[in-house]
């Protein structure tokens, strides 16, 4: 199995900033995949942003020009920057990661889709 496992979050004045970083560990044969998403309370879980293998990213129109997604393959480790945060951006942010893990059992490669527990991002105003 696959374990991801994110880290960074915490309390921060508007106009501040953070960074998240998420890392991915476990029989990881490829990762293609990684994102952030976010939920806050009372609202659907949605995508911030996530990054291709190749490094293709994709931004939620809320987060483009402040925020920034970026990945170090070698380390199967994913990082959101987030610059000029204002108090919507106020959530618990979500890592996941897709691929391929070897499974010891079937000793094939086999698809995973995880998620992290969560680390939670506030923004005060």
């Known amino acids: 199995q696959v374990q991801v496992v994110e880290s960074g979050g915490g309390l921060v004045q508007a106009g501040g900033s953070l960074r998240l970083s998420c890392a991915a560990s476990?029989?990881?044969?490829?990762?293609?995949?990684m994102g952030w998403y976010r939920q806050a309370p009372g609202k659907q879980r949605e995508l911030v942003a996530d990054?291709?293998?190749?490094?293709?990213?994709n931004y939620a129109d809320s987060v483009k020009d402040r925020f920034t997604i970026s990945r170090d393959n070698a380390k199967n480790t994913v990082y959101l920057q987030m610059n000029s945060l204002k108090p919507e951006d106020t959530a618990v942010y979500y890592c996941?990661?897709?691929?391929?893990?070897?499974?010891?059992?079937?000793?094939?490669?086999?698809?995973?889709?995880?998620w992290g527990q969560g680390t939670q991002v506030t923004v005060s105003s």
């Open positions: 990054i291709t293998s190749g490094g293709r990213t």
């Open positions: 996941n990661a897709d691929g391929l893990y070897y499974s010891s059992y079937s000793r094939t490669n086999t698809n995973f889709n995880s």
């Open positions: 476990g029989s990881i044969f490829v990762i293609n995949g």
